[in-house]
């Protein structure tokens, strides 16, 4: 059933039933209108990122897909005035994504918590789409949540020896062999027909090797350690080449368990982990709303 509170989601579980949330991604698709996030909130979105792959009229992405590395400094205008917009609307602002620079903007418009959705730790692999651990601890100052993905370019390390096989994959699919510093070896899949978007990602992710739970789980442990278990949860980003050895899809999710539970998370934190945290966030965010409406 599709959910649009935390007590709505809450009562579908307790009723066994499961949940969606209408998130939204990428404000690309709304060009400059403001007023369509009214229109999605209607439509029941209560979750919103503002930025995928390349820049917008919005903010910079912390992947600019072969553009410049920024358009804007972080937010644009347009995005500076959408995060006040979304408190007010009891929408979860999802900072997944972006630059460091337009992380820093939105905690410092936002008067609510944050989630970033789907993000894993620089600290453990150099990659610009995952979060630093200034990065954590502004999230953490903010009251948001981190939600690690269980995606292989995020979760594990490029060996040296990789480095060719991937430059030759990604000039037979006609993208540019070279990715900056930082930068995943599919960096600018979206510009490829849905067809060969899987069959590169398949390619790139056998050049690389592919994590693994404990990989996952090594990520979530940083994020603890450093800002602590209220501030972690698992991002899947089951959609586009996501998918590691042992997390293949959401019915493999026990295996994560078992190994948070085996690293010596308590039933409680798992339970934190695995959602209550996020869903902590969604009422803190419901609660803003109310305050500004």
């Keep these: 059933m599709l959910v649009t509170s935390a007590s709505q989601l809450e009562a579908a579980h307790k009723a066994g039933r499961i949940s969606v949330i209408p998130g939204f991604l990428n404000a690309r698709s709304i060009g400059k209108d403001l007023n369509a996030i009214d229109e999605l909130h209607k439509r029941g979105v209560r979750v919103f990122g503002l930025t995928h ?6 903010a910079d992405s912390s992947r600019p897909s072969g553009g410049p590395l920024q358009e804007h400094g972080g937010l644009s205008p347009l995005g500076k005035q959408a995060i006040p917009k979304l408190n007010r609307l009891g929408i ?24 970033a959705s789907h993000s894993g730790v620089r600290g453990l692999v150099e990659n610009t789409r995952n979060l630093s651990d200034a990065e954590l601890d502004a999230i953490k100052k903010n009251g948001g949540t981190v939600q ?29 062999a070279e990715v900056a510093a930082g930068v995943s070896p599919n ?5 490829l027909s849905e067809e060969r978007q899987a069959t590169f990602n398949k390619e790139i992710t056998a050049a690389v090797g592919r994590a693994s739970v404990k990989d996952l789980v090594d990520q ?7 800002i602590g278990v209220d501030h972690v949860g698992i991002g899947t980003d089951f959609d586009h080449g996501s998918g590691i050895e042992g997390f293949e899809n959401a019915g493999d999710a026990l295996n994560v368990t078992r190994e948070l539970l085996g690293r010596g998370y308590t039933d409680e934190q798992v339970a934190k982990i695995w959602g209550g945290n996020f869903l902590r966030v969604f009422r803190a965010v419901e609660a803003v709303a109310k305050q500004t409406s």
């Design 53 to 58: 792959a390349g820049h917008n009229d919005w």
């Design 92 to 115: 979860v602002v999802d900072v997944s994504q972006l630059t460091p620079a337009g992380l820093q903007q939105v905690l410092q418009l936002t008067r609510a918590p944050v989630i």
């Design 187 to 191: 960096d600018g899949y979206p510009t």
């Design 148 to 176: 690690v993905p269980a995606f292989n370019a995020y979760l594990r390390r490029i060996p040296p020896q990789a480095q060719q096989g991937i430059r030759a994959i990604r000039t037979r699919y006609g993208l540019p």
């Design 220 to 226: 979530i442990d940083h994020v603890a350690k450093r």
